[in-house]
């Protein structure tokens, strides 16, 4: 089991830095209850002001199936306000069902996206973080028991080292260096089984992502140059993008642009993806797992592209902070699995991400 | 069991009447789950937004064990801001331990209720409504079984009949009867065994508790004239202020204040809180209980107060819609049981609060 007041001292300390007087929002269901007993707790114990948004497992489904019009295509005005007073968001993922929304036409999840938009963007302008909490349906999708998902998950967070924050500050460390080499590279190529890609990355920035938006973390990112990527990619890993099963997707670049799409599973799904928009044809991301503790997919995207040895790229929106250009209401990370024999070369000097002090 | 979808109807139509685009917040503990469902869907089927503010159950207990002075003393500013904001507040009680806060220091209570009364009075300033959802803990309380406890309530809420709010509606019509006779009168005197009180009404406005804010209600009360109390009275239906049992209450007024307290169980609560503060000796509330579907103690004051054939007091605050002008940080009910061969006499006249048509 994971200790939910160590999990607890985690996301205040390392990830929201908890100050006196804050007002920290926490949303998840029913199932976290642990921790979000633990967390109340502890802001309480930091002076800061817990408030808590627990819904039952099932309450997103049935807004689907129960609203109207008013409420597809807007928000109540409650929710912005809320987000404009609070100082930091804190979302746990914490599903009964990770498929409960498979059956839900994707327009209207998309419509309904699209008028809480202003929501989002206000959160993601405060300190905000995403985290799990570890569920039977979350153990079901990785394909293993509660005690083992839970023991993973641990590794993943660093909860099992005697003091996770130390080991959040030595990832973060090596993880700047790592950018550091980064920032100086033009050309990255991607090699594996199936896939020779390469992308440009000169003038772009690198994210050092370490925990403090995604916990657990573990990756450096950037914004490839739009025009940039040529060649082809299998990605190994695979993806369920809102709840719908796709694999072995393999995609072909000219000029930045996808001109083949293929999937062994999902073709339908990948198709109606790149229609999006025309920045869903192009990369808006791309990132390198670096978390020691995440040593397989588990079907969280949260943790399977912080996979060590992985890369991924994001097909759509990409993040301004990256200096990445590309626009697009999509944005689905896909990840290669380049621990059998792939690599990464960067100016043509093969780059060990781990190798990087 | 309570069918959760017609409770949410009765909510949403009778006690709240949610109207399109407004915004409807349900603070409730886990323990109300199905209930919070059947609103969920209920508010947005009435094109409203409903705001879930679901807590563990153990969470009020939690908050006094881990606050400091800054909690204790103030209390987040998005919670008045949120008020200020919506349009309905429906408070479900669901306990999963009615004396959770049995060991706490009063004081801190006291400290931490006066320091978020700005909220409390905000709320009182909307459409509100109080309400239960059955737990094991409630049905403990009353001395009952699980399933029994849920008829016995479903019973109250008249959730028992084919229509609830036709039943409602024709309690409000006798009830407004019987405030129309009550508004003429100018005395009212209250025997039974070791009771013989007389109080004064004249010029006091009589309200008809119908179950807008209270669900279930039954109820019609006033603020009776601040020094007319004279006589006895012996409080025979036990309370549970705070979770603290008292039992056996007599009082004997003179001039409208109490002169002699006495309690088979429980005194140095009843003298502490007649200690309180001037308004705490006299009398805030006189209210008639009228609802049928009530017919024993429960230990609940939400239920208690309501039972037909039973007149409540309370000493303390009075409400200043009944034009009564006690002040007082106290307000607690205490209820004398007229079933077993007492009366109301109004004006000299024999009142039976249910022969009033």
């Known amino acids: ?120 963007e206000a959160r993601l302008a405060l300190r905000w973080c995403g985290t799990q909490w570890p569920t039977p349906a979350l153990a079901q999708q990785a394909g293993m028991g509660e005690p083992e998902y839970a023991a993973f ?7 099992d080292q005697p003091d996770p924050v130390a080991g959040w500050r030595e990832l973060s460390r090596r993880q700047a260096g790592l950018v550091e080499r980064l920032d100086r590279a033009r050309e ?21 992502s370490d925990g403090r938006h995604n916990m657990p973390s573990g990756e450096v990112f950037t914004g490839p140059v739009e025009d940039s990527a040529e060649g082809t990619i299998r ?18 670049f000219a000029g930045g642009q996808v001109v083949d799409a293929q999937a062994e599973r999902g073709q339908e799904y990948l198709e109606a993806a790149l229609a999006t928009d025309a920045g869903a044809r192009r990369l808006g991301e791309l990132g390198i797992g670096t978390n020691p503790g995440i040593d397989r997919p588990t079907g969280s995207i949260l943790l399977d592209e912080k996979i060590a040895g992985t890369v991924h790229l994001a097909l759509g929106r990409s993040y301004p902070e990256t200096g990445g250009e590309n626009v697009s209401a999509l944005h689905w990370d896909l990840i290669c699995d380049l621990r059998s024999g792939g690599r990464l070369t960067v100016d043509g000097q093969p780059l060990d991400p781990f190798g990087v002090q």
């Open 188 to 208: 990255i190529r991607i090699e594996a089984e199936g896939t020779d890609l390469r992308l440009r990355v000169e003038g772009r920035t690198w994210i050092n």
């Open 1 to 120: 089991m994971i200790d939910p007041a160590a999990f607890a001292a985690l996301l205040c300390d390392w990830c929201l830095e908890v100050q006196p007087g804050q007002q920290v929002l926490i949303a998840t269901t029913t199932l976290a209850e642990p921790l979000l007993d633990a967390l109340h707790r502890a802001v309480l114990e930091r002076q800061g002001w817990p408030l808590l948004r627990m819904t039952p497992p099932g309450l997103a489904a049935d807004f689907y199936h129960h609203a109207g019009p008013a409420q597809l295509d807007g928000y109540p005005p409650l929710e912005l306000t809320e987000v404009e007073s609070i100082d930091a968001w804190l979302r746990v993922e914490a599903p009964a069902n990770t498929r409960a929304l498979a059956g839900m036409d994707p327009a209207l999840i998309t419509r309904a996206a699209k008028a809480r938009a202003p929501i989002q």
């Open 235 to 252: 990605f190994t890993v695979p993806s369920s993008p809102r709840g719908v099963e796709v694999q072995g997707v393999e995609l072909t």
């Open 153 to 159: 998950l641990s590794r993943a967070l660093f909860l």
